[in-house]
């Protein structure tokens, strides 16, 4: 079965660092998502992005993020300037359409910690 | 979008049946149910979506009443591994993101 996969799977960085978090959509879907969790919390929606141009973003979603896709296979998450409240897990997804039926299918997770 | 309830968690053993309930009072006309799955340290995954009455998978059933402001989530004869955190979705056309509530902590024990 097709899947979507993360790297690093765990990333420790210093605040004010900028990281990349790296991820592999399912090869034909169309729409790519990044959510993160932090520790003990409720998954949250970052942004979506879809035909190169985000399309949905939520208020976490500051200008310390941007999101790419530098070729044809990978989508990328940046964070500028880490701060400590940064840390949590971030989950890439991706699905073939948008909306309610089509399933949104998750990657592992990069686990960043932010020192 | 419409806000949903469901129970924190609940303890079962293996080989019993599994119900969890969400209640979602204002759901939309457009909108559908949709539930994942979340391992500790892993994505959520999705398990089953439905509209109206009832949908079966190979993993679970989701029985939806003629009102739709509620949902029951049934995992039959559940085992070690169905321990996760279960979340229930209700989302429409508005958009492509999933909106995750608290979820419901399930503990499956010998």
């Known amino acids: 079965e097709p899947e979507v996969t993360q790297t690093p799977s765990h990333q420790v960085t210093q605040m004010g660092q900028e990281v990349i978090l790296r991820c592999v959509p399912i090869?034909?879907?169309?729409?790519f998502y990044w959510y993160r969790q932090i520790l003990g919390q409720k998954v949250e929606f970052l942004v979506s992005?879809?035909?190169?141009?985000?399309?949905?973003k939520s208020e976490i979603f500051d200008d310390q993020f941007s999101v790419e896709r530098p070729d044809g296979s990978n989508f990328t998450l940046k964070i500028r300037s880490t701060k400590l409240e940064d840390s949590a897990m971030y989950f890439c997804?991706?699905?073939?359409?948008?909306?309610?039926?089509?399933?949104?299918?998750f990657g592992p997770g990069t686990r960043l910690t932010v020192t | 979008l419409a806000k949903t309830t469901q129970p924190i968690s609940m303890d079962s053993y293996e080989g019993q049946e599994v119900n969890i309930t969400c209640s979602h009072n204002?759901?939309?006309?457009?909108?559908?149910i949709t539930w994942y799955q979340q391992f500790p340290s892993q994505g959520p995954r999705f398990i089953i979506q439905?509209?109206?009455t009832k949908v079966t998978n190979e993993v679970a059933s989701l029985f939806i009443p003629a009102d739709r402001k509620s949902s029951t989530l049934s995992l039959p004869r559940v085992s070690l591994s169905d321990t996760a955190v279960y979340y229930c979705?209700?989302?429409?056309?508005?958009?492509?993101?999933?909106?995750f509530g608290g979820g419901t902590r399930l503990m499956v024990k010998p």
């Open positions: 992005f879809y035909n190169n141009e985000i399309s949905e």
């Open positions: 439905g509209y109206k």
């Open positions: 979705l209700v989302g429409g056309n508005a958009g492509n993101m999933l909106t």
């Open positions: 090869s034909n879907h169309l729409y």
């Open positions: 204002n759901i939309a006309t457009n909108d559908y």
């Open positions: 997804a991706s699905s073939e359409e948008q909306g309610p039926l089509y399933e949104q299918y």
